[in-house]
Protein backbone atom coordinates (compact mmCIF):
# COMPACT_ATOMS: atom_id res chain seq x y z
CA UNK A 1 0.00 0.00 0.00
CA UNK A 2 2.98 2.22 1.19
CA UNK A 3 6.27 2.00 -0.78
CA UNK A 4 9.23 4.42 0.48
CA UNK A 5 12.10 4.63 -1.40
CA UNK A 6 15.72 5.49 -0.56
CA UNK A 7 18.72 6.50 -2.32
CA UNK A 8 21.80 8.66 -1.74
CA UNK A 9 24.20 6.47 -0.15
CA UNK A 10 27.28 5.80 -0.86
CA UNK A 11 31.23 5.77 -0.22
CA UNK A 12 32.24 8.71 1.54
CA UNK A 13 35.85 9.90 3.19
CA UNK A 14 35.52 10.53 7.06
CA UNK A 15 34.76 14.47 7.26
CA UNK A 16 32.39 14.35 4.40
CA UNK A 17 29.16 14.63 3.59
CA UNK A 18 25.78 12.77 1.76
CA UNK A 19 21.97 14.02 1.59
CA UNK A 20 19.74 11.10 2.33
CA UNK A 21 16.77 11.12 0.67
CA UNK A 22 13.21 8.58 1.35
CA UNK A 23 9.95 9.25 -0.85
CA UNK A 24 6.86 7.65 -0.04
CA UNK A 25 3.61 6.45 -2.60
CA UNK A 26 1.29 4.69 -2.46
CA UNK A 27 -2.54 4.84 -0.90
CA UNK A 28 -1.33 7.73 1.24
CA UNK A 29 -4.09 9.50 2.93
CA UNK A 30 -1.73 11.29 5.51
CA UNK A 31 2.15 10.56 6.66
CA UNK A 32 1.81 11.18 10.74
CA UNK A 33 5.52 11.28 10.76
CA UNK A 34 9.15 10.06 9.09
CA UNK A 35 12.08 8.92 10.62
CA UNK A 36 15.53 7.49 9.59
CA UNK A 37 16.95 4.45 11.44
CA UNK A 38 20.31 2.84 10.72
CA UNK A 39 21.70 -0.76 11.11
CA UNK A 40 25.44 -1.34 10.96
CA UNK A 41 26.86 -4.98 11.18
CA UNK A 42 26.27 -6.89 14.11
CA UNK A 43 24.36 -4.17 15.63
CA UNK A 44 20.27 -3.83 16.39
CA UNK A 45 18.76 -0.92 14.56
CA UNK A 46 18.65 2.42 16.26
CA UNK A 47 16.68 5.42 15.25
CA UNK A 48 19.16 8.19 13.94
CA UNK A 49 16.37 11.07 13.66
CA UNK A 50 13.26 11.38 14.28
CA UNK A 51 10.33 13.44 15.30
CA UNK A 52 9.32 13.77 19.03
CA UNK A 53 5.45 13.28 20.32
CA UNK A 54 5.85 16.87 21.21
CA UNK A 55 6.84 18.32 18.10
CA UNK A 56 10.44 18.47 18.48
CA UNK A 57 13.01 16.30 17.06
CA UNK A 58 14.90 13.34 18.42
CA UNK A 59 18.56 13.00 17.15
CA UNK A 60 20.87 10.16 18.91
CA UNK A 61 23.67 11.14 20.75
CA UNK A 62 26.33 10.20 18.24
CA UNK A 63 24.59 12.72 15.74
CA UNK A 64 23.72 15.57 17.52
CA UNK A 65 25.25 18.47 15.76
CA UNK A 66 26.14 16.68 12.41
CA UNK A 67 22.80 15.73 11.07
CA UNK A 68 19.68 16.85 9.97
CA UNK A 69 16.32 15.95 9.32
CA UNK A 70 13.86 17.68 7.27
CA UNK A 71 10.43 17.30 5.29
CA UNK A 72 8.82 18.12 2.14
CA UNK A 73 5.47 17.70 2.96
CA UNK A 74 4.55 18.50 -0.67
CA UNK A 75 6.84 15.47 -2.12
CA UNK A 76 6.06 12.42 0.51
CA UNK A 77 9.72 13.15 1.32
CA UNK A 78 12.32 13.29 4.16
CA UNK A 79 15.75 14.00 3.76
CA UNK A 80 18.75 13.56 6.15
CA UNK A 81 21.72 15.70 5.43
CA UNK A 82 24.78 14.24 7.44
CA UNK A 83 28.02 16.29 8.07
CA UNK A 84 31.13 15.43 9.45
CA UNK A 85 30.62 11.76 8.85
CA UNK A 86 32.91 9.17 10.60
CA UNK A 87 33.64 5.60 10.08
CA UNK A 88 31.22 4.67 13.02
CA UNK A 89 28.82 6.69 10.89
CA UNK A 90 28.82 3.35 8.40
CA UNK A 91 25.57 1.42 8.34
CA UNK A 92 22.45 0.82 6.38
CA UNK A 93 19.87 3.60 6.74
CA UNK A 94 16.76 3.07 6.28
CA UNK A 95 14.16 5.47 6.24
CA UNK A 96 10.21 4.58 8.35
CA UNK A 97 6.73 6.43 7.76
CA UNK A 98 3.99 6.25 10.21
CA UNK A 99 0.96 6.76 7.51
CA UNK A 100 -2.38 6.72 7.23
CA UNK A 101 -3.62 5.05 3.84
CA UNK A 102 -6.75 4.75 1.95
CA UNK A 103 -8.43 1.55 3.12
CA UNK A 104 -12.01 0.28 1.24
CA UNK A 105 -14.50 2.87 2.10
CA UNK A 106 -11.98 4.23 5.08
CA UNK A 107 -8.84 4.44 6.61
CA UNK A 108 -6.13 2.00 7.78
CA UNK A 109 -2.95 2.55 10.42
CA UNK A 110 0.01 0.18 10.27
CA UNK A 111 1.21 0.32 14.03
CA UNK A 112 4.56 -0.61 12.94
CA UNK A 113 4.81 1.55 10.27
CA UNK A 114 6.11 1.21 6.90
CA UNK A 115 9.96 0.87 5.91
CA UNK A 116 11.95 1.02 3.09
CA UNK A 117 14.85 -0.97 1.76
CA UNK A 118 17.95 0.66 3.21
CA UNK A 119 20.84 2.47 1.18
CA UNK A 120 24.22 1.87 2.08
CA UNK A 121 26.39 4.25 3.78
CA UNK A 122 30.43 3.82 4.13
CA UNK A 123 32.61 6.35 5.73
CA UNK A 124 36.04 4.78 4.80
CA UNK A 125 39.26 6.55 3.54
Known amino acids: QVQLVESGGGLVQPGGSLRLSCAAS????????MAWYRQAPGKQRELVAGPTGGGSTNYADSVKGRFTISRDNAKNTVYLQMNLLKPGDTAVYYCNADVTTYCGVGFCHSANGYWGQGTQVTVSS
Open 26 to 33: GSIFKINS
